[in-house]
C-alpha cells in the first residue's frame, strides 16, 4: 500500500493512546457482514516512540513482556517471515511495520492496562497504537482497514474489521452501532443510570489456537446453501439439512437481530430488556455456535446472580477470555472475590497525545 507516514518533518518522541474494547451485542456477525455493538474502553495500550532517520530497526520494549521486539523497516508480510520473529508479540510490531512501511527507524515503549488474551481487542489496539507513534496520518477508517490486514498477518487468522472500527471510530460516552458490511456506523449512547462490566474468567484466549477459522468456515458453507447470513430469515436456516451449519448459521441470524433490539433499548433506556437480550446472547454462543467454555458460563450464572446485575454474556471470539455484564449505576462493588473485574468507561478513539 501507498505509505500514509509524512515523508519529512522533525523526528520528536511521539505518544499515541488506543483504547481496547468490549463487544456488547454482535460476536461472530463481522465476518458475514453482520451487525455489531463495540464500545471503546478506557483501558487500553500506550506506545511512548523516538524515531531516528538513521535507523534501519524498529525497537519495543514492553511493560508486560520481558523481551524487546526488533523489526526490520523492511519487513515482508508473509506469515512465514513473521512467523520467525521473537518474542510472540513482536509479530504484531511486525505486521504493523510490514502493512504500513514507516519511512523511519527508532526505539520506544509499550505499556497497557488491558488483559492480554481476554478478549478485550489487545492486539488490535496495540497495533493501532504502534501505528499512530510511528507517525501513521492516515483517516480512521484506512487505519482501521491497515490494522485489520496486520492483525490477520500477525495471526494467520482471517479476522473481521469489528475491533478496528471500534477503535478507531470511537465516540465518548456512546458504543457503536457497526455493520460490518456496509462499514456505516451509527453512535448508540451509553444510558448515565447504567454501567458496563467486564470479568475475565481465567482462560486466556488465543484466536490462533481457537476454532475461530471453523466457525467462519461453517458459516461461508451455510451461505453458499442459503445466501448472505446477514440478510437471511430464520425460516430459510431452518431449512439447512446439516444440523451443525444450521446451529451457525441460526446463531448469526438471531445475533444480528438481538444487535439492533439491543441498541433500541440502550436508547429508551431500557435496561432490563437489554440486560435480557444479553443473556440471550449467552446461551446462542454457547449452544448453537459453540464456542463457550465452562469457565466463561461459571461466571455468566455467578454476575447473572449479582444484585444490580441485568444480564451477561461472554464477550469476543471466546474459548476464554471476558463476560460483559449490564448493571445498573452503582450496585456492583469491587472487586469481585476471585476474579479480576473491572467497571469500564465508554472513551473516545485512538489518538496521538500532545
Known amino acids: ?5 509524512p515523508s519529512e518533518g522533525p523526528l520528536d518522541a511521539v505518544t499515541a493512546f488506543a483504547p481496547g474494547r468490549v463487544n456488547l451485542m454482535g460476536d461472530h456477525t463481522d465476518y458475514t457482514g453482520g451487525l455489531a455493538l463495540p464500545m471503546a474502553i478506557h483501558l487500553g495500550t500506550e506506545v511512548v516512540f523516538h524515531p531516528d532517520a538513521g535507523a534501519i530497526t524498529i525497537e519495543l520494549s514492553s511493560s508486560i513482556e520481558p523481551e524487546t521486539a526488533k523489526v526490520p523497516l523492511d519487513m515482508v508480510p508473509e506469515p512465514w517471515n513473521l512467523g520467525m520473529l521473537l518474542p510472540e508479540w513482536a509479530r504484531h510490531v511486525g505486521a504493523v511495520v510490514s502493512v504500513l ?21 489487545s492486539s488490535a489496539s496495540l497495533e ?31 479476522t473481521g474489521i469489528l475491533d478496528q472500527l471500534a477503535i478507531t471510530l470511537a465516540q465518548p460516552g456512546h458504543a457503536l ?6 462499514l456505516e456506523v451509527r ?32 458459516c461461508e458453507a451455510a451461505e453458499r446453501l442459503i445466501g448472505p447470513l446477514r440478510s437471511a430469515k430464520v425460516w430459510e436456516v431452518d431449512r439447512l439439512a446439516d444440523s451443525v451449519l444450521r ?24 435496561g432490563a430488556a437489554a440486560g435480557a437480550i444479553m443473556s440471550d446472547s449467552h446461551a446462542s ?11 466463561l458460563d461459571e461466571l455468566v450464572r455467578r454476575l447473572q446472580a449479582m444484585r444490580g446485575v441485568l444480564g451477561a454474556r461472554m464477550t469476543g471470539a471466546g474459548f476464554g477470555g471476558c463476560v460483559v455484564a449490564l448493571a445498573e449505576r452503582g450496585t456492583v462493588r469491587l472487586p469481585i472475590r476471585g476474579v479480576d473485574a473491572w467497571i469500564v468507561r465508554p472513551r473516545g478513539p485512538a489518538h496521538r497525545r500532545e
Not at 500500500?1 to 507516514?5: G, H, P, R, T, Y
Not at 447504567?194 to 481457537?210: K, M
Not at 454462543?285 to 469457565?295: F, G, Q, T
Open 177 to 182: 452501532l457497526l455493520d460490518c458490511g456496509t
Open 187 to 218: 453512535p448508540v449512547p451509553i444510558p448515565a443510570n447504567l454501567e458496563i462490566l467486564v470479568a475475565h474468567c481465567g482462560v486466556a484466549r488465543t484466536l490462533a489456537r481457537s476454532a475461530y477459522t471453523e466457525r467462519r468456515e461453517e
Open 101 to 121: 512501511r514507516p519511512r523511519w527507524g527508532g526505539k520506544g515503549t509499550v505499556t497497557t492496562t488491558l488483559p492480554v488474551g481476554g478478549g478485550l481487542s
Open 285 to 295: 454462543l454457547a449452544m448453537d455456535y459453540d464456542v463457550s467454555i465452562p469457565e
Open 128 to 158: 493501532i497504537a504502534i501505528a499512530l507513534a510511528l507517525g501513521y496520518e492516515g483517516d480512521a477508517l484506512a487505519l482501521a482497514r491497515a490494522c485489520q490486514h496486520a492483525e490477520q498477518a500477525a495471526s494467520g487468522v482471517r
Open 1 to 5: 500500500m501507498e505509505s500514509a507516514f
Open 247 to 270: 446451529r451457525r448459521a441460526r446463531h448469526v441470524v438471531t445475533e444480528n437481530a438481538r444487535v439492533r433490539q439491543f441498541a433500541s433499548c440502550l436508547e429508551r433506556n431500557e
